[in-house]
């Protein structure tokens, strides 16, 4: 009997009770087969004293080594993490660029600097609040798409192509009558998508991917914006056209008058563009004159012609001559005191898509009209337009200080543009007084606003010469005294210029660079990831387990205690790769710094790569020195194939807007793939009982997996070919309450099931009858009880209680089921003794003493299968009640999964990581998720907290969002382990190739994603598929690494520690 | 005639005749008769060319075309079947008639023979029975399941009446030969090699469905339709032909 009395944990009576039963009934097996079968044991046993102290010295070396390899391993997986989250970094510090959203709004009694002028009503509405009003009322005629070309005429008809001179209107006015209109080239900042632009054509700011602002889930302006403005001094704005605008401004116009209509559908060239062109003229009239103050127009039928097909074609040509005569026509209707202005929002590439930052793209064109003569030219050259936007181009954000005065508004806020200096110039292009207090107020608004973004963001502005600040001082000095106008006005331009040209460094541009650098290290991350996982016909370890080998090799190791035995190659690779790239990493790491601290560039990012790609490149080379490399990466196995085909069909079709939407549906369409593949290898087994085991499983998958599907949430692109289901309805986040029944089934039958599954090995003992029967059962009814308070809530079904108490009650309870799941959890799987139940049943003669291990071939899954259960009891709870359903089905397919995978023998195939990592992409949108930010459930953050408390609040609200791929990371070891028994060889090292596998599917995901909205920069739906989806495979990656170190890893250690207690190591 | 392949990871179809029983099931070759091979050759081109001439009428009304096109499918496939294929039976009463040109004629007159118009019909039924099979495996990976019922159970009925109908004619009911084409371990031949194509092909049509082309041919289920004809004839070509005899793993 080993005395392991060492460590006096009350709680370990059970081991020692299993421990000392199964040390006894191995003793007398032992015993039994040494007389009856002498050639198993070449030696004669030593006498037991020592044999025992031997043995203790064995078992305490082997541990002693587990613990290392341990160590190396989780060693190598931080590296990995560290690889993803740099590459990560440097493609995101490259492609998405985050801008703080201030709240301040500008106020029309409060301008920034005290005005050069002044005028009768200053500071009113009335009489314009930083600056004398123009205009009483303007039209703004947005037309999608219209890049400034498209606007000038060519002389020579054999060169001119089929968007030219179709649309000669804009330009034949400025030329005739320059004092009422003038056209100028209108360059927009990228990323110039319709939804961007208008950001930027009204607040007047940069706006970037990512604007961090209070109201994160939502797309609607929050900052000081033009519309925000009109709205708050009691203008009335109409809206006609594109319906991005209600998004971004709720509520903002005239009901009745205002027609807003879908912007997507790009093959549709005229909807919008009719229904415009019907509601425009009337609202003209002059009895409706009254009904507004800005009528906003946005025409889409240009920007639909380029998408479908592109600049150069009869279908554009229609379109811009169709244009020419709304324009002409809408001008006749235009009085005195209203402003008229057309523009484009960006232009378009070749092929007509947008989105980038080409020189096509982002030079659009704007003409502002006037009845009255107003406008003027500062030099006489200026009256005929430039012939290419690169002359004389003014910045979309000019637009909006523009505006604002010119309809005597504040500035708003952000704005960052400059007064546009045909509109202030006078007729006789020479008012520079004028011009001098206009640039002055914009630039005074600039500084305010600089300075309380540089204070919000904890930065400091540079007072070098030729800074910002040191501008600002040049121009104040320049407007001191009898200023000449002319000098105020230029040193005021250039301050904004700079500023300007400071911000957009800061915001508004991809780091080509930078991304590449991304996607190189995360590509190399891959590679390493499959040469790491790749077996070696030498290392084919799960074969190892020979009991005559072992037997020899034990003895061996027991007389020769002395001598270290060479670890097996496979358990030394983490150690050597950890090794080399940490080397790599520090060289890299140094000449990193030596190139910044070198170059003085402060391009810390640069470092940083130079590391990973360094440690990277160390890694590939030690990797093959060991014996691995790509070559036996190849598959030599239809499932190494299938496998293949799931992680690159998907990935080469993220490419496609339409797989990425549609990813739900492909993602059951593989399961089912893998499911039928393996019902018809299960027909190839042995014996009948194996074949229709097989059958069962894999049918049962398929089933499994098509009834999860009907939990949907569908994505607005999926419309109208998708039904929701996850709530009561399409236009609600709560639940029906038929819905409230599924996690009161969850709670009847789950726990059986997992019973039914540790049954078949016998395996439903020690803790798991108490553990899963009670414990978890109690959990379940706990989170159905929680859903159906909730719902009793939300829909005042209990009255007699207050409010407040209801809702402490739920908290209480779903704390209570966090808390056995994780904290009673956790304590329970260190201490669980393993799932077996030891019977020693005496023969007739002593003898012959019969020894049964009842749980003994599944040691090492059943006990690890309680570890899995309590992230999914968790799990369960944060799904809402449609998602507990998926989570449970999950479960269930991860247990037909694991069958499967032991009776068609794949556990050695890396098919079975890969479908159990597609399984975790399935759960993900059957609870109630998609790949876009709207479908995040920011609710489920106060599922068990009153208020946002970090770090919880987060935690919470990513355990519902990735349920599915958490689950599916913790349950990576069960493919390897499941149903094997204490002497299985090796069990770390298959549980981090699997985790391998696993990683390396949402790896190459995360690759794919990465590359594919890189490429598709100016993709139409960069910002609503691709660039989201990139976001989710790279959140997944990052939280499969996390879980995989912190749960899965660990937990393989605590449950080898716990087996080995009892059986003693395998190796 | 490729009857013996040496060429192939299990052992050659032709080895198997001298100590047939227990042993796994042999491909099965063409009638080799100057008539069956012709109509073996026009039948693939026959299949293709009716279905691109009900194409048009496929994509604009899906159930009525499956419906009218039923007949000359089926005669198409009886046709094929009868006058090429060894009916269910045949095989294992003369295993060896086909090499021995010399006994060809007697084989042709044996009394043996089973009747071919009752295992036409009996494959028909069966092939029949087999859609519900088949429609279940369509919704599993994804087909709608209370809409689109007639489209869905005409598409499988199509793949059962091109990929299973020979395997019924020419294996009847035998378990033993069944276990081993469902478990994909069948030797190939034409009719084993057509099943696995309109598979792979029905699997493959799924491909285009979610592109948002617009295209009418995109709906359900004429990608898997197209899919199952393509597949099947070149599964057909293949199995006959360069894989004859070859087994998968």
């Not at chain 1, 930027?200 to 209070?214: A, M, Q, R």
Request: hydrophobic share 45%; aromatic share 10%; with cysteine.
């Amino acid at each position: 009997m080993p005395s392991r009395s060492s460590q006096p944990k009350a709680a370990l009576s059970d081991y020692k009770a299993i421990a000392a039963q199964y040390a006894k009934a191995k003793r007398l097996k032992e015993l039994e087969d040494a007389k009856n079968n002498q050639r198993s044991l070449p030696t004669e046993p030593a006498p037991s004293g020592i044999a025992e102290k031997q043995r203790q010295a064995l078992e305490a070396r082997r541990k002693a080594t587990f613990e290392k390899r341990f160590q190396w391993t989780v060693g190598f997986w931080v590296w990995m993490l560290c690889i993803h989250v740099i590459s990560i970094f440097l493609f995101t510090s490259g492609f998405l660029l985050t801008r703080l959203v201030l709240d301040e709004r500008s106020n029309c009694a409060n301008p920034p600097i005290q005005p050069l002028l002044s005028w009768k009503g200053q500071g009113s509405v009335d009489g314009g609040c930083w600056h004398p009003k123009t205009f009483d009322k303007a039209v703004v005629v947005l037309i999608d798409a219209l890049r400034y070309d498209f606007t000038v005429p060519v002389e020579d008809e054999s060169k001119a192509e089929g968007f030219h001179n179709a649309f000669p209107f804009l330009y034949e006015s400025s030329v005739k009558s320059p004092n009422n209109a003038f056209l100028l080239p209108f360059i927009a900042d990228p990323p110039t998508a319709t939804l961007q632009r208008l950001k930027g054509l009204t607040t007047g700011t940069l706006p970037t991917f990512v604007d961090v602002g209070s109201s994160f889930g939502g797309t609607a302006i929050d900052e000081d914006n033009l519309l925000l403005q009109l709205r708050g001094l009691g203008k009335r704005i109409v809206h006609l056209g594109d319906d991005t605008w209600t998004a971004l401004f709720p509520g903002y116009f005239q009901p009745n008058i205002s027609r807003a209509y879908d912007s997507f559908n790009v093959w549709d060239l005229h909807t919008v563009d009719n229904g415009v062109l019907e509601h425009i003229f009337p609202l003209m009239k002059p009895e409706k004159q009254g009904e507004w103050d800005f009528l906003i127009g946005h025409l889409l039928g240009v920007d639909h012609a380029g998408h479908r097909y592109g600049p150069n074609h009869a279908a554009m040509t229609a379109k811009l001559v169709q244009m020419d005569q709304f324009i002409r026509n809408l001008t006749e209707t235009i009085d005195d005191n209203t402003l008229l202005v057309v523009m484009g929002d960006h232009g378009m590439d070749g092929k007509g898509d947008h989105g980038g930052e080409s020189d096509d793209e982002v030079e659009a064109a704007l003409w502002m009209y006037s009845k009255r003569p107003l406008f003027g030219r500062t030099k006489p050259e200026f009256v005929t337009p430039p012939a290419t936007a690169k002359v004389r181009p003014v910045n979309q954000i000019d637009l909006v200080p523009t505006l604002a005065l010119l309809l005597g508004l504040p500035i708003p806020y952000n704005n960052l543009g400059r007064p546009i200096e045909e509109a202030f110039a006078g007729k006789k292009g020479n008012a520079w007084g004028n011009l001098a207090a206009v640039a002055r107020m914009a630039s005074a608004g600039i500084r305010k606003y600089q300075a309380s973004y540089f204070a919000a963001r904890g930065m400091v502005q540079s007072a070098k010469p030729g800074s910002a600040a040191d501008l600002w001082e040049i121009a104040g000095a320049a407007s001191e005294g009898r200023p000449v106008q002319q000098a105020v006005y230029h040193a005021y331009t250039t301050y904004q210029e700079e500023t300007l040209r400071v911000c957009k460094d800061l915001w508004a541009r991809f780091d080509i660079p930078k991304m590449i650098l991304g996607i190189t290290a995360m590509a190399l991350g891959v590679i390493v990831l499959i040469v790491y996982v790749s077996r070696d016909e030498d290392d084919d370890y799960a074969v190892l387990d020979n009991a005559e080998l072992d037997l020899a090799e034990k003895n061996l190791e027991l007389l020769d205690g002395s001598s270290v035995p060479e670890a097996a190659s496979y358990q030394g690779l983490s150690k050597i790769v950890v090794k080399s790239g940490l080397l790599g990493g520090l060289i890299g790491a140094a000449l990193g710094i030596a190139y910044v601290s070198f170059t003085n560039s402060e391009d810390w990012p640069m470092a940083v790569a130079a590391a990973a790609l360094v440690s990277l490149v160390a890694v590939t080379i030690t990797l093959s020195g060991a014996g691995k490399n790509l070559v036996n990466v190849v598959p030599n196995t239809v499932w190494g194939w299938l496998s293949v085909v799931f992680t690159l069909s998907q990935s080469i079709g993220f490419a496609s807007n339409s797989y990425t939407i549609w990813e739900d549906s492909i993602s059951l369409f593989f399961l089912s793939t893998f499911g039928f593949t393996n019902a018809v290898a299960a027909l190839r087994r042995p014996t009948i009982a194996e074949r229709t085991l097989g059958v069962y499983h894999s049918i049962l998958f398929l089933a499994l997996g098509r009834l999860a599907s009907f939990s949907k949430l569908c994505r607005e692109e999926q419309m109208p070919y998708c039904t929701s289901t996850y709530y009561a309805s399409a236009n609600s986040s709560t639940s029906a309450s038929w819905q409230l029944v599924i996690p009161f089934v969850v709670f009847l039958i789950l726990p059986s099931i997992i019973k039914a599954y540790m049954m078949t090995s016998r395996s439903y003992e020690g803790l798991a009858p108490a553990w899963i029967g009670y414990v978890f059962r109690m959990g379940l009814l706990l989170s159905a009880a929680y859903w159906a308070l909730d719902a009793a809530d939300n829909g005042d079904w209990i009255t007699w209680l207050p409010a407040q108490t209801l809702k402490t009650i739920q908290v209480s309870v779903a704390q209570l089921v966090l808390a056995l799941a994780f904290v009673a959890g956790t304590t329970a799987f260190i201490w669980a003794p393993p799932c077996v139940s030891i019977l020693t049943k005496a023969a007739s003669n002593a003898r012959t003493a019969q020894i049964t291990v009842l749980g003994y071939g599944n040691v090492n899954g059943a006990r690890y299968l309680l570890l899995v259960l309590n992230f999914a009891g968790a799990c369960i709870l944060l799904s809402k009640p449609m998602g507990s359903g998926a989570m449970a089905i999950m479960l269930w397919q991860v247990l037909s999964l694991v069958e499967i995978v032991d009776l068609n023998a794949l556990t050695a195939e890396t098919i079975g990581p890969v479908t159990l990592a597609l399984l975790g992409n399935f759960h993900f949108f059957k609870t109630g998720h998609q790949a876009a930010f709207s479908s995040i459930q920011w609710d489920s953050a106060f599922i068990p907290l009153f208020t946002i408390r970090y770090p919880w609040s987060p935690i919470v609200v990513i355990l519902n969002t990735f349920a599915g791929q958490i689950l599916a990371c913790v349950a990576v070891p069960l493919v390897v382990i499941w149903k094997t028994n204490p002497k299985r060889k090796g069990v770390l090292e298959s549980v981090t190739r699997a985790l391998g596998v696993f990683v390396a599917f949402y790896a190459t995901q995360s690759l794919a994603t990465m590359a594919w909205a890189g490429w598709l920069r100016r993709h139409l739906m960069l910002f609503r598929v691709f660039s989201p989806r990139f976001m989710v495979a790279a959140a997944v990656l990052l939280i499969v690494d996390l879980v995989g170190i912190l749960a899965t890893l660990t937990g393989v250690r605590t449950n080898a520690l716990a087996i080995s207690e009892v059986f003693g190591w395998a190796d | 005639m490729p009857l013996v392949d040496p060429v192939t990871m299990s052992p050659p179809a032709g080895n198997a005749k001298t100590k047939d029983l227990g042993l796994p099931t042999q491909a099965i070759p063409t009638i080799p008769t100057p008539l069956a091979q012709g109509v073996r050759h026009v039948h693939p081109i026959l299949l293709l060319s009716f279905f691109l001439v009900r194409f048009n009428a496929l994509v604009s009304d899906p159930v009525s075309t499956m419906w009218t096109s039923l007949p000359v499918v089926v005669a198409i496939q009886s046709t094929y079947a009868i006058v090429c294929l060894p009916a269910a039976g045949s095989q294992t009463a003369k295993p060896a008639k086909k090499l021995r040109p010399g006994e060809k004629k007697s084989a042709s007159s044996d009394g043996t023979v089973p009747n071919v118009a009752v295992t036409t019909v009996v494959a028909l039924v069966l092939t029949t029975l087999a859609t519900s099979v088949l429609h279940t495996f369509f919704v599993l990976f994804g087909a709608p399941l209370l809409t689109h019922l007639p489209h869905t159970s005409l598409c499988s009925l199509y793949l059962s009446l091109l990929g299973l109908f020979p395997l019924f004619y020419t294996h009847g009911v035998s378990n033993k030969e069944w276990l081993e084409i469902l478990g994909a371990r069948a030797p190939f031949d034409e009719a084993f090699g057509g099943l696995m194509g309109g598979c792979v092909g029905a699997w493959v049509g799924a491909v285009p469905i979610p592109l948002d082309w617009d295209r009418e041919w995109q709906k359900w289920p004429v990608t898997i339709l197209c899919g199952v004809f393509g597949g099947y004839v070149l599964g057909k070509l293949v199995g006959g032909t360069v894989a004859f005899g070859r087994r998968f793993g």
